[in-house]
């Protein structure tokens, strides 16, 4: 290796497609140098260039798009409304044991309301109302095992 070694720069260059991680190990004032390219070293000679090429400004645009840190993808919406009466009940978000009921059959609820109380993974999670309505079944118990999907609460038809 060589004994002027002043600092280790690593670079990735890409060559017709192909990318390649440069280590260079020494000065580039003297030559010649010892470059690691993916971790197999060599030694090259370093001259200087008669003509050095300037980035154009499509170019240095383009450069900048790839060193621009990216951003977080946009979050999803929030409704701005609760969901109408189209919703006829309400499903168990997962599984669980229901521990607490808050509601019962004619109940007027609203939109993100807890009806009730589910341990899953011991952890108690609030399964709220996803309209405002009228509660008309309770389909569940106090202790009972519910699966992913199975209904826990029916709501009234609007107009019934």
Not at 15 to 22: A, E
Not at 51 to 70: F, G, H, N
Not at 96 to 112: A, H, M, S
Request: net charge positive; proline share 10%.
């Amino acid at each position: 290796m060589n004994g002027n070694v002043l600092s280790s720069r690593r670079v990735k260059v890409t060559v017709n497609g192909k990318g390649y991680l440069v280590e260079v190990l020494g000065s580039l004032t003297s030559s010649p140098v010892t470059v690691n390219v993916n971790g197999q070293p060599y030694v090259v000679d370093v001259e200087p260039a008669d003509t050095i090429a300037k980035p154009t400004a499509a170019s240095a645009t383009a450069l900048d798009t790839v060193v621009r840190e990216t951003a977080a993808p946009p979050k999803a919406p929030t409704p701005t409304a609760p969901a109408g009466p189209s919703v006829p009940h309400l499903k168990a978000p997962m599984p669980g044991n229901i521990i607490e009921i808050k509601t019962q059959p004619g109940d007027r609820v609203k939109y993100g309301q807890p009806l009730m109380t589910l341990e899953a993974m011991k952890m108690k999670n609030a399964v709220r109302s996803p309209r405002d309505g009228v509660v008309a079944t309770v389909e569940v118990s106090q202790g009972e095992t519910v699966g992913h999907g199975q209904i826990l609460v029916t709501f009234q038809v609007e107009g019934a």
